[in-house]
T-cell receptor, first 114, second 112 residues
């Protein structure tokens, strides 16, 4: 089954404790991206990757890092999480980003930083 | 401020009613997409509109892209409880297809 898989789905952590949210897709998509969803703000793009070893900042990259060492994986790293990073995070992929590229989303990872 | 503004933010209607959701921007978009998101899940694409003035129909849903490609609307005829969800418009700006912007969303509740 074609899918985007995120882990963990739920996480409660404390300020400053490094964490990684993994994202994996089995559709051989070149483009992958991370979003955070907060009430009243819709989804905001954090980082995106056009292919292996090619990443760039989205609209809200502060406090996050990413890497793309393999085509299928695009982990999101929070080196020193803070309470304002409490949010619902989504990973998405698409074959090639362009004007009509459909984004395929994972089920989301709900992160709480105390 | 959001690049894409959606209205209304919330909509609660009875089954069988019609409704329209709006998505507006001061910027021109190459294309706009509409997604629907249900609780506990990621958004799922409903439609993509590409040409200014384009109208697309998906059963009881009608999507329109404004002539100037700065706005879009979603009209639902005879809403059903299964239409309940969060509707999001989204799209890339013409000069960078890799940066994707989403509207703030319209939360629709259709009561039986």
């Amino acid at each position: 089954e074609a899918q985007v898989t995120q882990n963990p789905r739920y996480l409660i952590t404390v300020t400053g404790k490094k964490l990684t949210v993994t994202c994996s897709q089995n559709m051989n998509h070149e483009y992958m991206s991370w979003y955070r969803q907060d009430p009243g703000l819709g989804l905001r793009q954090i980082y995106y990757s056009m292919n292996v070893e090619v990443t760039d900042k989205g609209d809200v990259p502060e406090g996050y890092k990413v890497s793309r060492k393999e085509k299928r994986n695009f982990p999101l790293i929070l080196e020193s999480p803070s309470p304002n990073q409490t949010s619902l995070y989504f990973c998405a992929s698409t074959p090639i980003q362009g004007t009509t590229g459909e984004l395929f989303f994972g089920e989301g990872s709900r992160l709480t930083v105390l | 401020t959001q690049l894409l503004e959606q209205s209304p933010q919330f909509l609660s209607i009875q089954e069988g009613e019609n409704l329209t959701v709006y998505c507006n921007s001061s910027s021109v978009f190459s294309s706009l997409q509409w997604y629907r998101q249900e609780p506990g899940e990621g958004p799922v694409l409903l439609v993509t509109v590409v040409t200014g003035g384009e109208v697309k129909k998906l059963k009881r849903l009608t999507f329109q892209f404004g002539d100037a490609r700065k706005d879009s609307s979603l009209h639902i005829t005879a809403a059903q409880p299964g239409d309940t969800g969060l509707y999001l418009c989204a799209g890339p700006l013409p000069y960078n297809f890799n940066k994707f912007y989403f509207g703030s969303g319209t939360k629709l509740n259709v009561k039986p």
